[in-house]
C-alpha cells in the first residue's frame, strides 16, 4: 500500500484539509459502491479517473498491488484502502453518524454479519453472472448467465423479506440504506442497461416484487442520484466493452 506521505510544518496559515481521493472509474460498479457510501455520509471526495486498458497506471498499481483493481480510497496521509466493500465500511467507521444517527453497518453483530454474507454473496455470485450476461459470446452463455442471475435475485428477495423487517431497506431503515442495500445498489446501472441491451427483466414485480420496490426507494435517495449514472451511458460502455473483448466463437 501506499506508504504515508503527508508533510506538515507546523506553523503559517491553515492549509484546507487535503482531500481524500478515490481512484476508480465513474461506471464501475465497485467504484459506485465506494461512492454511494462516501456521498451518504457527505464525505468530499475527488474521483481520479484510472484507464484501466491497455494499461494500468504506476499510480494504481502502487496503491494497490495486491489485486490491482479500482476502486482504492486515497487518505490525505497517502495510505490506501481497497476492496469496495472494505472502503464502505471504512467509510463507516471513520465518518460515522448518518443522517439519523443510524450506522450503515448495523448496531446488531447477528445483522452485521448477514449484511457482510449477503455482500460476500452479490459478489461472487450474482455479479459475475449478471456480467457474463452481456459479456457472453455464445446464447448457450448467456442463457446460463441468465438462470444464474435469477436464481440469485429470487435468494435475494428471500433475503430482503428476512432481513428488512418490514423496512425501505435491507438495513431494516426507511431513510438510511445499510452496507447490504449499497453493496447490491451499486448493480443497480448494470440490471438497468441489460434490459435495454438483451431485452431482459430481471427485476420483475411479479417475480421479484419486494426487489422491486426496494430498487426504486434506493434509486430515489440523494446518495444513488448524485453518484449513480444514466442507464444510457452504461449501456454504450457495455457495447463498447463486447465489441473490445468479445469475440463470437471463442468460448
Ligand atoms: N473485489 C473488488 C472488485 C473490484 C473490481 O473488479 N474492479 C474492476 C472494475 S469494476 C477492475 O478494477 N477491473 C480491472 C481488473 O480486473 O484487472 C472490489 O470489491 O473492490
Redesign the pocket.
Known amino acids: 500500500m501506499a506508504a504515508r506521505g503527508r508533510s506538515d510544518d507546523g506553523g503559517g496559515e491553515a492549509q484546507p484539509a487535503p482531500a481524500v481521493r478515490l481512484l476508480g472509474?465513474r461506471l464501475?460498479?465497485?467504484?459506485l459502491?465506494a461512492r454511494l457510501a462516501l456521498a451518504l455520509r457527505g464525505v468530499e471526495h475527488e474521483l481520479v479517473e484510472e484507464q484501466?486498458h491497455p494499461h494500468?497506471s504506476d499510480r494504481l498499481l502502487a496503491a494497490n498491488p495486491v489485486?490491482?483493481?479500482?476502486?482504492v480510497l486515497l487518505l490525505p496521509d497517502g495510505r490506501a484502502i481497497?476492496?469496495?466493500?472494505v472502503?464502505v465500511q471504512y467509510v463507516d467507521e471513520a465518518w460515522p453518524g448518518g443522517a439519523d444517527g443510524v450506522g450503515i453497518l448495523p448496531e446488531d453483530p447477528y445483522e452485521r454479519a448477514m449484511h457482510r454474507f449477503w455482500t460476500v454473496y452479490v459478489?461472487d455470485k450474482f455479479w459475475p453472472a449478471l456480467d457474463a450476461i452481456s459479456l457472453a459470446v455464445t446464447q448457450e452463455a448467456r442463457a446460463r448467465a441468465t438462470a444464474e442471475v435469477l436464481a440469485a435475485l429470487k435468494l435475494l428477495e428471500e433475503a430482503f423479506g428476512a432481513r428488512s423487517n418490514g423496512g425501505a431497506f435491507f438495513s431494516g431503515h426507511d431513510a438510511s440504506p445499510g452496507l447490504f442495500d449499497i453493496a447490491l445498489g451499486c448493480f443497480l446501472p448494470a440490471l438497468w442497461a441489460c434490459k435495454q441491451l438483451n431485452g431482459l427483466k430481471l427485476l420483475d414485480v411479479a417475480t421479484t416484487p419486494l426487489l422491486c420496490r426496494w430498487s426504486e426507494r434506493f434509486a430515489a435517495t440523494a446518495a444513488a442520484k448524485a453518484v449513480l449514472p444514466e442507464t444510457e451511458e452504461v449501456v454504450a460502455f457495455t457495447r463498447f466493452l463486447q465489441a473490445t473483448f468479445c469475440v463470437a466463437g471463442s468460448k
Do not use: V
Not at 464501475?28 to 467504484?31: E, G, L, M, V
Not at 489485486?67 to 476502486?71: A, D, H, N, S, T
Not at 481497497?82 to 466493500?85: I, L, V
Open positions: 472509474g464501475s460498479p465497485f467504484t459502491r484501466l494500468k489485486y490491482k483493481k479500482i476502486p481497497c476492496e469496495s466493500a472502503i459478489d
